[in-house]
C-alpha cells in the first residue's frame, strides 16, 4: 500500500494527477504523446507556473501590494545553511502549499526560488510514480 504524502502534498498530487489525465487526453488528441517526465514537467509549470514567476513590477493603479510571508520564515530559511535552505522550504511547501513556499522563496532569493521550483517538480514527478500513476523517466 502506497505511503500517504502529507498535507498540502496528497492534495495538491491529486490534482496534478487529475491535470497530467487531462494533458495526456489533449496530447493524444493531438497525435502528440510524449515522454510522461516531460508532459508532467509542462503540467507542473502550467499549475504553478505563476507562484514562481518574478514578482511584477509595481503599477501605478495598485496601491496595496500582495501580502508578504512571514517574516520569521523568511529569516530562518535565509539564516539556515546554504544546503538546508532549499529543504526548508520544501517543508514549507508540503505544510502551507507550494505556493506558501514559493512566496518565502521570492523574498529570499531567485536562486532559491529557481532551485524550490526544480525540486518540487521532481518530488511531486517521484510521488506519482511511487503511487504508480506514472510510468518512471
Excluded: C
Excluded at 52 to 72: C, E, Y
Amino acid at each position: 500500500m502506497p505511503e500517504r504524502a502529507p498535507g498540502h502534498l496528497a492534495n495538491e498530487i491529486a490534482e496534478l494527477e487529475s491535470l497530467l489525465a487531462q494533458k495526456r487526453a489533449s496530447l493524444e488528441r493531438a497525435g502528440e504523446a510524449g515522454e510522461e517526465k516531460e508532459a508532467f514537467g509542462e503540467t507542473f509549470r502550467e499549475r504553478y507556473g505563476e507562484a514562481f514567476a518574478p514578482p511584477p513590477a509595481a503599477s501605478p493603479g495598485q496601491t496595496t501590494p500582495p501580502p508578504a510571508p512571514p517574516h520569521d520564515q523568511v529569516a530562518a530559511v535565509q539564516t539556515a545553511p546554504e544546503d538546508q535552505q532549499v529543504a526548508a522550504l520544501v517543508e514549507i511547501a508540503l505544510t502551507k502549499g507550494v505556493r506558501a513556499a514559493a512566496e518565502v522563496a521570492r523574498h529570499a532569493t531567485p536562486w532559491l526560488l529557481d532551485e524550490l521550483h526544480d525540486r518540487l517538480q521532481d518530488r511531486y514527478y517521484d510521488e506519482l510514480v511511487r503511487a504508480r500513476k506514472l510510468n518512471e523517466r
